[in-house]
């Protein structure tokens, strides 16, 4: 075990990912020598060579795009985007081909060695462009996998997985916590399965549901719940898609009771989608409306971050409402 | 009819590549370091008072710069982004121009907005996001923007204002009116699709739009030499049959005339033009980079003896228009400037929180003006966890 920041982990995840398998190369901008602007990828090129690890020209569209095909032929690409806010040039990339490679097809070329990670969220003060959550955009493409994880040891885990999943991945990194989370993380090979959701804590009255940076204030609001006698089941869903539904229902057949976080806006957010499916399989075991709890249907503000956000308090008051309806 | 402008250009009968290697693009330069200028370079003519314009501005710029990085250090401000370095390419290029062409700069072009008039206060209170910002405090610091200035205001997303500025030149060329747009960017957007389809546009519809690239050596840690492999970007103006010149970013005497020529280009023939400013970026990236991960001190000082402001400094002195007298009093009230109208934006407060739900559309829909009154119950019941704007609720 060591101590590792989260930054420190995806480090050594990629150091362990090129180390075990010649055929991965890291690539974006500034990843070379530089390590990233985040140093995600620092000494990688050091140790692995500029072949394998290097600075791509400003262009995320042309990333995306020779990534789709170092991974068609055969190697394992890992993209960063330096920002998820960027990755829109890159959109046609990843939505028209990375997604459909396999399908369109028939199996006879696939891209399942990409995966692309990119930092996400707020909490930095970067206002508009450096603090987007774009995940619901990506998981309305069928053919990627969406994974963000919560802490060190998730993100080593998630990441080494997810470079080695048969599909395309993208794999979005809580940048907040970058530095602010630090946790044991074992110095060894290891991987986390997709697709599963992790419970946190096991509680009676109330699921509460998140991922990535958002578990950090669900976290806290469960305490604060837990003070005025509401016991809550905590869940970090982890892959968003495809997403852990099993877990999920079994928690809210239990407690009756569900609450959704995420960064992104309400409209069209994940927790959308997932209140959609709980209500279906959960309907005569609710005993309240599934709330959500997110940031509001505009852009990220700068000045009004705080106000923008949805912190435990704002949880913590759907908690309530959700116990009391 | 497939058409080719070459078309009717020879044949060959044997195999034969071109790559270019041949071709260099030459760099037009007016203005040596010491002052004096090249024998036989066209010079500008330009006049005393526009000429003490320009040097005040880049001045002020460099002012403003230090002042704001020595801020961000000491907490006081999160973010910012300095010019240093580049001020000719920006100041020479914006005073070429008709002050109500528009615009669309990259984000390190503080000096074409303060050249054009943005007042200190304008600048202080974007960068402090109070309530007087016309941002309304939404955007990080240097994401500034003005109307009144035909000044678009900055967005992050590299190179995206690159095609925009080929479409609000050509909604001009269509008004008729005689201006046309500058477009500014990095050597390091310059690599996005958006550079090429905005090259290819302008000159296939024919845009008054100049496009000016800032080849200032690095793009964060990128060095120009892993971002292209040509010889810079110039030479793909060529590509799309447009004009081109190559220019000495660091010699404000040649950013003037070759953006006044580009600007006569545009106007008079409606045709986009391509110039190449070389130059350096002087500072880090930005407040949040440091330089010494990827580049030499020794590099950074083989630049800094190529400084644009004195070199202008030591021309306008030859010619007698400026001293040191004066260039002592400009640098004293620029500093208290900057310090006082600094102090003045800090105090002011945020915009309020009706701000956060204005402008995603013309109106706010009704579904989110529910969202608004559902925070304001939240901040009433929690005021201490949002200071900034539970003052303002108490009475609303
Ligand atoms: C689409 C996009 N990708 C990445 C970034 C992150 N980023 C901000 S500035 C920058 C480097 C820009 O370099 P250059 O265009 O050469 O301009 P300079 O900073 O040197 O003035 C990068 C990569 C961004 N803002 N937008």
């Known amino acids: 075990m060591a101590k590792m920041n989260l930054l420190q982990a995806i480090n050594n995840a990629l150091d362990l990912a090129m180390a075990s398998n010649d055929k991965t190369v890291c690539f974006g901008e500034d990843v070379g020598v530089f390590g990233g602007v985040f140093r995600a990828t620092s000494h990688l090129q050091e140790k692995y060579g500029r072949a394998r690890c290097f600075n791509t020209p400003l262009v995320e569209q042309g990333i995306i795009g020779f990534a789709n095909g170092l991974a068609a032929q055969g190697h394992v690409a890992v993209a960063e985007i330096q920002f998820a806010d960027y990755i829109f040039p890159a959109f046609d990339q990843i939505v028209n081909e990375s997604a459909k490679y396999r399908y369109r097809s028939g199996s006879l070329f696939d891209v399942g060695n990409l995966t692309i990670r990119t930092p996400y969220g707020g909490g930095i003060a970067g206002g508009l462009y450096h603090s987007q959550s774009p995940e619901a955009y990506f998981a309305h493409t069928p053919g990627l996998k969406i994974v963000v994880p919560r802490n060190p040891y998730e993100a080593k885990g998630l990441l080494l997985a997810s470079i080695r999943d048969p599909n395309p991945v993208v794999f979005f990194e809580p940048k907040r916590l970058y530095r602010a989370s630090v946790g044991d993380v074992p110095e060894e090979d290891y991987e986390l399965p997709l697709g599963k959701a992790s419970v946190l804590k096991e509680g009676t009255d109330i699921t509460l549901l998140a991922w990535g940076a958002q578990m950090e204030p669900l976290e806290k609001a469960a305490e604060m719940a837990e003070k005025e006698g509401i016991s809550c089941e905590i869940i970090d869903l982890r892959t968003i898609v495809p997403w852990d539904i099993e877990t999920v229902t079994n928690s809210v057949l239990k407690t009756g009771r569900l609450v959704i976080s995420h960064e992104a806006p309400l409209t069209g957010g994940f927790a959308g989608e997932i209140a959609a499916t709980i209500q279906e399989r959960c309907f005569l ?6 709330a959500r709890v997110t940031g509001l249907d505009t852009p990220f503000p700068l000045a009004l971050e705080k106000e923008y956000v949805p912190d435990h308090l704002k949880i913590f008051e759907a908690i309530k409402h959700s116990i009391h309806f | 009819m497939p058409t080719t402008k070459n078309a009717n250009s020879s044949s060959i009968h044997t195999p034969t590549f071109i790559r270019g290697d041949e071709f260099h693009f030459p760099i037009y330069k007016v203005l040596k370091q010491d002052g004096t200028t090249y024998r036989g370079a066209v010079l500008p003519k330009l006049d005393q008072e526009k000429a003490l314009r320009i040097y005040r501005t880049m001045v002020f710029t460099r002012v403003l710069d230090e002042r704001m990085l020595a801020a961000q250090r000491q907490g006081r401000l999160s973010f910012y982004m300095q010019s240093t370095g580049e001020e000719a390419t920006v100041i020479g290029s914006a005073a070429a121009l008709d002050d109500a062409d528009m615009i669309m700069a990259q984000y390190r072009e503080q000096g074409a907005l303060a050249y054009r008039g943005f007042t200190t206060d304008q600048f202080m209170n974007q960068l402090f996001s109070n309530e007087l910002d016309y941002g309304k405090g939404r955007q990080m610091p240097i994401h500034y923007g003005s109307r009144d200035l035909h000044y678009m205001t900055i967005s992050s997303p590299l190179a995206t204002q690159i095609p925009q500025a080929t479409g609000y030149a050509y909604g001009q060329k269509l008004d008729g009116g005689g201006h046309c747009t500058i477009t500014y960017f990095g050597e390091g957007a310059a690599s996005e699709g ?26 964060i840690s990128t060095p120009s030499s892993e971002q292209f492999a040509a010889d810079g970007i110039a030479p793909r103006a060529l590509g799309y049959r447009m004009h081109a010149i190559r220019v000495d970013g660091n010699d404000i005497l040649a950013v003037y005339q070759a953006t006044l020529e580009a600007r006569k280009i545009a106007v008079e023939q409606n045709e986009p033009v391509l110039v190449e400013a070389m130059s350096y970026r002087l500072a880090a990236h930005s407040s949040s980079d440091d330089p010494s991960g990827y580049r030499s001190k020794k590099e950074e000082e083989a630049w800094r003896e190529k400084d644009p402001i004195l070199r202008m400094k030591l021309w306008l002195q030859k010619k007698k228009w400026w ?10 009230s620029l500093r208290r400037e900057v310090l006082e109208t600094m102090k003045k934006a800090e105090k002011r407060p945020p915009p309020p929180l009706d701000s956060l739900v204005t402008d995603v559309y013309d109106e706010v829909p009704p579904q989110l003006a529910e969202q608004l009154s559902k925070l304001k119950a939240h901040i009433r019941k929690y005021p201490d966890a949002y200071p900034k704007s539970a003052g303002g609720l108490k009475h609303g």
């Open chain 2, 194 to 219: 958006d550079f090429h389809a905005a090259l290819n546009m302008a000159s296939v519809h024919k845009v008054p739009v100049i496009f000016l690239c800032r080849n200032n050596g690095y793009a």
């Open chain 2, 323 to 332: 001293s040191e007298e004066e260039e002592k009093n400009l640098q004293e």
């Open chain 1, 285 to 290: 075991y609710l005993e309240s409306p599934i």
